[in-house]
């Protein structure tokens, strides 16, 4: 209980730790400190320095000892206000003895000096030189290679987490957890990067204040003390090298430390376990060891014992590594035999493309007995589809859900829920399209689709509502328009690579040499899958199949990177794209981007040998999307908005975009026929 109840002042003050850290750290620069005061913080050094160490040691990943970057720095601070202490209590009380720096300094610095005071500066300097030229050096370096690569792999890493998410390899959670993951690993990285050097500094600033010590010591012993000039070089030689080694043992410590962290790879356990293991994993090397020293204990003049003892050592190892391997292999031999497969169940496990579930107040709208007109709805957002995308959407599946409330609706794409609400029967649905003249009473809601206001009305008010310029849609409407936009915008899903073959088929009746060619340059299902998903992505029409399989064709000799095939595709289809966008007047309304912003973004796009990517700063990124928002929405426009920039930078501009504004069209100068005209509603500019 005792205990309990320490622990839970600690963590309620936790926050205290640091600010009286730092205040007693300027303390202890500017007050002089007495001397038991004086070893009492050497020794917290030691301690903070050896815990550290043995920290970093059983973390089992760099990114979860996130602090270290920080207690570089405040570790440095802190042996640094000692150095200033104790360099004042040296260079003050030095004539008074070997003790006037405290008890741990004089321990240190007799310890070490016994074969006399050189032998301490000599050792001092080679502590020094192994920290500041090897680990120092060492540590510094691996972190700067470190952190440039995993910057420099991280936008890869997010289309990597963005492809598992839209493969269905993991959910929204997970890609959620693991963009954390990835964002605290490249900030530990970098922070990493530049707190290293605090180290490499400390050695040099260790030194320094060693060399002003033993100077200015002297000086002080001799001229202004009077002291002989032997007794002052022995005794603040001595004061010296304690407080050296004080400082430098933790320092070095803390560069161990900083080291290991560094060159630490993810793993499931600590460095020790991982070591063992790995060391362990085979014989051979143990036992050509043991043979190897085994020899050199028979080479004349060589001490026999020492070489003879470790190479009866590492043959033990190569021995036990050896049996335990036998051992391991006979247990995966002897464990029983897994258990018969289940039967056979596929067919309850069968998922339909699309479903809508419905509660059962809401069957009467799908049973055409009851005057449903439902079904007929979906038959016609099927040939709609078919006309306009040239996507054969696969049957709708409808049935009643017990598990939903009686007036809700659920729809699953391949057995995952991505959209439902609730309507009302016997109600309507009214949306004020921003020009009404007379508002109505009803009950305030949401409409589903776009997620506009709305309210549900009465019958009786329906007329009223229509005169004074309510949008009035029913139950019905309003679940085939949630459907027919979904469907919509998940198009992309919908299409399988048996939907590509029977696209092949059919165009091979009318054009078997295009069927042909496309096969003789191994143009795959997958690869044509690929390029009809990104024309379908952002709702570009397949149903001239055979010019986008021509386009295909020729684009094939030039590359087979699936995205650059979908941007030469485009441009064939050109005309097509721009007639959906055209006003009435045949003019193609447009935002351009601004030079700067074309600049920025062709800058940022990063060519590898397999592909391209925009690896854009995240906050250019966000004033981009906020600029081409705040441009779009200051333009009264009834058209969908259309920005047209290079061809080089389309799909990367709409790939940044897309999550934010997913109703903008992106269209490259390369897809705008010569015959139309265009109509500019503005420029897009980070000024």
Known sequence: MIGRYYTTIVK???HLVLPLGVIIGLIVIVVPLPTPIMDLLITLNITISITILLVSMYVENP????VFPSILLL????????????TRLILTRGDMGQAAAGQVIRAFGQFVAQGGFQVGIVLFLIIIAVQFVVINHGAVRTSEVTARFTLDALPGKQMSIDADLSAGIIDEKEAKARRQELVAESEFYGAMDGAI??????????LLITIIDIVVGLIIGVVFKGKPIGWAAQNYTVLTVGDGLVSAIPALFISLAGGI???RAAAKSNLGE???SQILYDHRPWLISSAALLGFSLVPGLPGIPFATFGLLAGALAYVTYKQKSIDAKRIEKRPPEAKPPERIETLMRLDPLELEVGYGLIRLVDESQGGDLLSRIKAIRRQFALDLGLIVPPVRIRDNLELGPNEYRILLRGSSVGGSKVLLEHYLAMNPGNVVEEVEGMETIEPTFGLPALWISEEQRERALLAGYTVVDPSTIIATHLSEIIKTHADELLTRQDVQNILDQVSETHPKLVEELGANNVGLGLLSKVLKGLLRERVSIRDRVSILEAVADAITMTRDPAMIV???RMRLGRMICMQYRTPEGELPVFALSPDVEELINNAVQTTEQRSYLALEPDKAEQLVGKLRETIDSVQSESVPVVLCSARIRRHLRYLIERFIPNVVVLSHNEIPSDLKIQSLGVISLQ
């Open 12 to 14: 309620r003050h936790s």
């Open 63 to 66: 990114t979860k000892f996130s």
């Open 75 to 86: 570790s440095s601070f802190f042996r640094l206000t000692l150095n200033i202490a104790s």
């Open 261 to 263: 962290i560094s060159t």
């Open 197 to 206: 050097r605090f180290t490499a500094r400390d050695a040099l600033a260790s």
């Open 567 to 569: 941007e030469l595709v």
């Open 274 to 276: 991982e070591i063992t």
